[in-house]
């Protein structure tokens, strides 16, 4: 997996712990979040979340070189959304506003045949829709979280 690089876009139960095996594995890993403390722990080889085993792993794979954390994207290959879809109102319908801005945030770096990826429990038309007509198409990847109905 020399020379790839992917940009998970959100740190935090699903986003840290993927990035981490995945920079665990050779990848050159670039972690974003809106949070500057998250930024500053995790490139401090620290972690904000619980989730047994990870503090070791987040410090190894920082301590290598294979993962940082930053406030923005960058050039990739591989880019993972992986951001809340929490639901609203009574009716259960997911908040897709998250991944809406990780998209449009995504979308300057997007170039045809890079990977684009959600991992989200939105509706799938809509993960879709959210990317913009005018570029290039990359290979997208849908990851749902719950089934939902079509």
Do not use: W
């Amino acid at each position: 997996m020399e020379n790839i690089k992917a940009v998970f876009m959100g740190l935090g139960y699903i986003g840290l712990p993927t990035a981490t095996v995945a920079a665990g594995k050779g990848l050159q890993v670039v972690g974003v979040d809106i949070n500057e403390k998250v930024i500053e722990t995790i490139n401090r080889g620290q972690i904000h979340i619980v989730e047994p085993g990870l503090q070791q792993l987040v410090q190894s794979v920082v301590e290598a070189g294979n993962l940082r954390a930053s406030l923005l994207p960058e050039e990739a290959d591989v880019f993972l959304i992986v951001v809340p879809t929490p639901f609203k109102g009574g009716n259960h319908e997911p908040d897709i506003t998250y991944v809406t801005a990780a998209t449009q945030a995504v979308i300057p770096y997007l170039k045809e045949g890079d990977l684009y990826i959600i991992e989200s429990t939105s509706p799938v038309a809509r993960r879709c829709m959210s990317l913009s007509p005018a570029l290039p198409m990359p290979d997208i990847a849908l990851i749902p979280s719950r089934p939902t109905a079509a």
